[in-house]
T-cell receptor, first 117, second 114 residues
Framework: GAVVSQHPSWVICKSGTSVKIECRSLDFQATTMFWYRQFPKQSLMLMATSNEGSKATYEQGVEKDKFLINHASLTLSTLTVTSAHPEDSSFYIC?????????????FGSGTRLTVV | SQQGEEDPQALSIQEGENATMNCSYKTSINNLQWYRQNSGRGLVHLILIRSNEREKHSGRLRVTLDTSKKSSSLLITASRAADTASYFCATDPYSGAGSYQLTFGKGTKLSVIP
């Protein structure tokens, strides 16, 4: 149970373009999703918390206008990297808290590797 | 902000040996979780230990938690080459307001040599 499907798994885009990453909860409703960024050989850094039907909460230092988050339904949250630049190249992972089940309540997407050229 | 700190940052062992990784954190927690990440992949939940627990086992995994020292350890016994991955601890903070947010440590990169 409790699977989050994240797409795409990898994307290469040109500098200045926008990229959308989707995370869907497949068999549960996710009122809250978390978006993380991970640079090579580093840990996951929380970027923002996405709440269904309301504005996302961004961590300090994360640009709201650059990383647009939409959580329009209980099963879908999207992260759009706008006007991407090479320094935005990273591994992005979404996560959702699951209020049922045995595994501590968090499930993760498989991640999206973004390369901006 | 990042709370957990794992050590060592990297660990290389022979297959069959045990691997021990440690994690320290700073604030009060509801529970602490360990995850594995294969290179360039998503996270796999390994085990969760609650703040009122001191030790937990799952297969070849053994986790301890010392809330007085704000530290946890993950022991992998009889390691296998397939255990090669990065391991992260993550703290789930105590929050009465219903705000949930995992904070990850820097991770330990484990290499198991066949």
């Amino acid at each position: 149970g409790a699977v989050v499907s994240q797409h795409p798994s990898w994307v290469i885009c040109k500098s200045g373009t926008s990229v959308k990453i989707e995370c869907r909860s497949l068999d549960f409703q996710a009122t809250t999703m978390f978006w993380y960024r991970q640079f090579p050989k580093q840990s996951l850094m929380l970027m923002a918390t996405s709440n269904e039907g309301s504005k996302a909460t961004y961590e300090q230092g994360v640009e709201k206008d650059k990383f647009l988050i939409n959580h329009a339904s209980l099963t879908l949250s999207t992260l759009t990297v706008t006007s991407a630049h090479p320094e935005d190249s990273s591994f992005y992972i979404c996560s959702a808290r699951v209020f049922q089940g045995r595994r501590g309540g968090y499930t993760f997407g498989s991640g999206t590797r973004l390369t901006v050229v | 902000s990042q709370q957990g700190e794992e050590d060592p940052q990297a660990l290389s062992i022979q297959e069959g040996e045990n691997a021990t990784m440690n994690c320290s954190y700073k604030t009060s927690i509801n529970n602490l979780q360990w995850y594995r990440q294969n290179s360039g992949r998503g996270l796999v939940h390994l085990i969760l230990i609650r703040s009122n627990e001191r030790e937990k086992h799952s297969g070849r995994l053994r986790v301890t938690l010392d809330t007085s020292k704000k530290s946890s350890s993950l022991l992998i016994t009889a390691s296998r080459a397939a255990d090669t991955a990065s391991y992260f601890c993550a703290t789930d903070p105590y929050s009465g307001a219903g705000s949930y947010q995992l904070t990850f440590g820097k991770g330990t990169k484990l290499s198991v040599i066949p």
